[in-house]
């Protein structure tokens, strides 16, 4: 079955301690990108990539870092959270071509940072 | 700026009437237009793109968007709504500029509820 995986999903931590939420997808897809989702706010990308080995920053990129060392994986890192990064966060894939194909999203990582 | 606006945060609807979710953008040039749908604790599930070609465009679940470039809009509609169809949609537009070419600009979020 063609998914995104995120894990975990639901994390309760503290100010400070380091984190990283994984993500998956087996459809071979070139870009991959994070978003965090707030109320009233919809979804913003924190970061993206276009292929292993390239990354680049979205719109909210503060206070996070990725890594695309294989296609099919993407991990979000939080090296030091903090409570406004508390947050439902989302890992999406595409195809890069055109920019006319849907992206694919994962469940949802529910992050509380106290 | 590129953007999007769903100006209600909540829809209410009675099951076996038609519904409408209303979106509009604001992007230089041709747009690619999105709808997705957020049940409770899933993921954000594909309901129909738009990207050139029949204004009407027909989805997943019985729905159905219609693209009208006068007015920078792109409604969500279902003729008869069903209770199942309770859910948190989200409108999007491509972002031609930035993230890759491939970043998703996504309006606030209408809630939609049906009932019975």
């Known amino acids: 079955e063609a998914q995104v995986t995120q894990n975990p999903r639901y994390l309760i931590t503290v100010t400070g301690k380091k984190l990283t939420v994984t993500c998956s997808q087996n459809m071979n897809h070139e870009y991959m990108s994070w978003y965090r989702q707030d109320p009233g706010l919809g979804l913003r990308q924190i970061y993206y990539s276009m292929n292993v080995e390239v990354t680049d920053k979205g719109d909210v990129p503060e206070g996070y870092k990725v890594s695309r060392k294989e296609k099919r994986n993407f991990p979000l890192i939080l090296e030091s959270p903090s409570p406004n990064q508390t947050s439902l966060y989302f890992c999406?894939?595409?195809?890069?071509?055109?920019?006319?194909?849907?992206?694919?999203f994962g469940p949802g990582t529910r992050l509380t940072v106290l | 700026a590129q953007s999007v606006a769903q100006p209600e945060d909540q829809v209410n609807v009675a099951e076996g009437n038609p519904l409408t979710v209303k979106c509009t953008y604001s992007?230089?040039?041709?747009?690619?237009l999105f709808w997705y749908v957020q049940y409770p604790n899933r993921g954000l599930q594909f309901l129909l793109k738009y990207i050139t070609g029949d204004n009407l465009v027909k989805g997943s679940y019985g729905f159905e968007a219609e693209f009208n470039k006068s007015q920078t809009s792109f409604h969500l509609k279902k003729p008869s709504a069903l209770v199942s169809d309770s859910a948190l949609y989200f409108c999007?537009?491509?972002?031609?500029?930035?993230?890759?070419?491939?970043?998703?600009?996504f309006g606030a979020g209408t809630r939609l509820a049906v009932h019975p």
């Open positions: 999007a537009v491509r972002d031609m500029f930035s993230g890759g070419y491939n970043k998703l600009i």
């Open positions: 999406a894939s595409s195809f890069v071509t055109s920019g006319s194909h849907e992206q694919f």
């Open positions: 992007v230089s040039g041709n747009p690619y």
